[in-house]
């Protein structure tokens, strides 16, 4: 972990821009169905404001200066001067995108990203150039921040021989409620070119009628050299929406009728920073040590004293707050508003309480709070593998008490009972803290949708189901580049284009739904497009074209679908930008494999295709129905176990010279002995009396493995086997038993999609 | 026992040898992570013959590579005087089972000699240089050849 505290600043604001931006494409995606209401305009303007700030805290200049557009766009659409029009969805949904990879480019130090400049003029064209106005009203929601008083180099005084600029700059309370500090936008004035500050004091009230968190002075700057309207107005960036700002060039303001303020160097401490109500905090910097030689002022006093202690500011010092709101001194105004604002202060939301060291974060007020704790994935992993291994050592414990004979009733027979029990919770809940839900992912993908469809200049829209269903951290990472390949396929090779769509009868706008769900102990996610569904003939004639399959090979609708998957095919007759470089299916399907899921293809000619990818729900743990197999003890995911049963004579009947089926509850399901499929043996004369596990797939097919016992049910902890093997047909993982010995786990689906089905001695011979 | 990785000089070579079928062999000992007694793994289905199957050290799956096979020569046998060397090459792991270990050697890199090219023998292609020491020819395996092949297996 860094050290570095701003660091971690850095690290928890990039965190909260995740969240920004989720907040960001939800209510996008809100708006795009059709809900134009405030609160979700809200949102979205909030969301690109709050990154905003954060990133200027931070001097992310390109990132600000994106965010900056973009929510002045976002701005005038909430204000309704904007009409929300589906191009201007795209817009903001490509903006929202780009935001993202600003953000990134942020965070990793990158250069900012290509291309978002088009986005934006796109986005400005849209305004048509409606003026924007100020939002004096406007609060932002960000918490003030602790600031340092060091000043920066301000200039000499100088005769005004160059250009002049007047500037007039009168905060509203709203800026200070924000935590801007003027003082650093006078210091930023004072870099652009020589500034002769005055301040204006005709507004404040005196000491009883003020409020402690008003706004009551104004600025006039007038700045001398090489400076445009433009630079001026970028300092002012963050707070135009909070003050007044009147920029004009020429000389001094005859109208203006303040008081001369020394240069900012001579004001050496007592600084206009303590307008700010909040800044006089404890815990923030040396306070306000005001110049003896002040007019007006009694020798140097606590006069920022910590707010908290309101009596005794003013028991040391009533006379100079009297005085204060008549004085000519140029530390009046800051005095004026500091001094009173302490017990007030301390009863409104943001800042007053908050420590100076307090993260300038921006805090989304209208999420709703839900404590957590962002812990690092290492720790949880290091966890999860400990109670793994704690697993482990139960069975093993379990196993040797067994072992020495003890009474099923005996106290140490009833500990362990509980401590398994125990070991279960725990594991439970270890596993919970890595369960995520997939909506990011899914969100991801909305992205990738957009970029894909534009690409191909399809109009596309992805529904999302079941976004808080949740699966392994490990499981969402991993499936994300096979998830982005499939969308891209749907969209260039699913969906047609929207005039043969028209043609077809179907809507311009091509639907792709993105779903996920549990079902039988696993997740399942499921891809389905509208577009014309896979086209047979030409795969078919593809595969025999590429010498995957013979030109005579008899295939069936579903054989067909899965040629997608073989290596090196590709239907698309041009390759695109997106996809058809022949990397493609088989790399998902390996990658989903990888993650010990399975997926298959459903297709209706002319109404579209479903890739469906069933996935364990944590890498991690099963239960598991502990088998013997020919000496070799292998364990069966119970999750695919529907029944077990005896066979008898009666129950099996054979299909073909080869092959056998059995008969249960009026359904023939084929029957397939572990031990020959797995090559520990050969297939045996009769199964009569052999025990079959009767295990289901996620498409509803049945098979029954024959097995030599059941040994026990229990949890297993799932260990990889290493890459070196490749995939083996039917094994899953491995594990490690109670007696350290290792099993195998078993993929029933996978077995019996690459099984013999052999389950007759008599062709053994001829297989050799 | 684990052995203990010594620091070396580059122009110092230390082997750790061991005998398969009759014959002595040796590996780099740097790649040797440590020597196990023979115990029984569990066979993997559909897996080439030479892999053993896969055993459990402390609590990750290792799998075992018999040698011999591996080298074209009979199965070891597999009993208690059996041991399975654990070596390490790149990222991979992998235990050999051998008949015995024999030996630390420690010769100058000098004395290594490219095996000559005699194409009928299956061995040879996992044989990395070859040396006498005492009388004795000491094979030096390329370890990489012989650990079953990520790419090749998993495509």
Redo the contacts between chains.
Sequence with gaps: MATDPMAEIRASFFVECEELLESLQDALSDMDEGSHDNETINVVFRAVHSIKGGAGAFGLNALVAFAHRYETVMDEVRCGRMEITPEAMKLFFQAADFLQDHVRAARDGAPPPDGSEPCLVALEALMGGAPVVEEVEEVTDFQPMGLSFDFGPADEETTPSQPVWTVRFKPTAALYASGNEPLHLLRALAKLGTCTTRCETDDLPSLEELDPEGAYVTWVVEITGDVTDFDIREVFDFVEDVCELEITSGGADAAVGGFDLPPLDGLEGADPLSADPFAGTPGSEPMLELPSDLPGMPAPTPVAAPPQNPSALEMNNPPSLNELSATPAPTEAPIAAAAPAPAPAASTGPGASVPSGNPPAAKENSSEPSATVRVDLDRIDRLVNLV??LV?NQAMLAQSVAEAGLPPNSAVMTGLEAFMMLTRDIQDSVMMIRAQPVKPLFQRMGRIVREASSAVGKDVRLRTEGETTEVDKTVIERLADPLTHMIRNSVDHGLETPDKREAAGKTREGVITLSAQHRSGRVVIEITDDGAGINRPKVRAKAIEKGLIAPDAQLSDSEIDNLLFLPGFSTADQVSALSGRGVGMDVVRQAIQGLGGRITIHSEPGKGTRFSISLPLTLAVLDGMVVNVAN??LVVPLSSILETATLTDDDIRALGPNTNVIHVRGAFVPLYDLGA????RAPMESYAGGIVLLTAQENGTRSALVVDSILEQRQVVI?????????????AA?T?LGD?????ILDPADLVSNASGRTRSQSFALAG | MELEKSSQNSSELELLSFRLADEEYSVDIMSVREIRGWTRATPLPHAPYHVRGVINLRGTVLPVVDLSVRLGMEPVEGDARNVIIVVQVGSQTAGLLVNAVSDILALPRTELQPPPELAADAAHSFIEALTIVDGRMIRVLDLSAVLPDDNVEAA
């Excluded at chain 1, 499929?677 to 520990?680: F, K, N, V």
């Excluded at chain 1, 260990?719 to 094994?731: A, D, E, F, N, T």
């Design positions: 793994g291994e482990i070799e003890t499929e797995l090559g520990y260990k990889g086997l290493q890459r070196s093997y490749g995939h083996i047909p039917g094994v491995a490690i350290g010995q290792i099993a195998l």
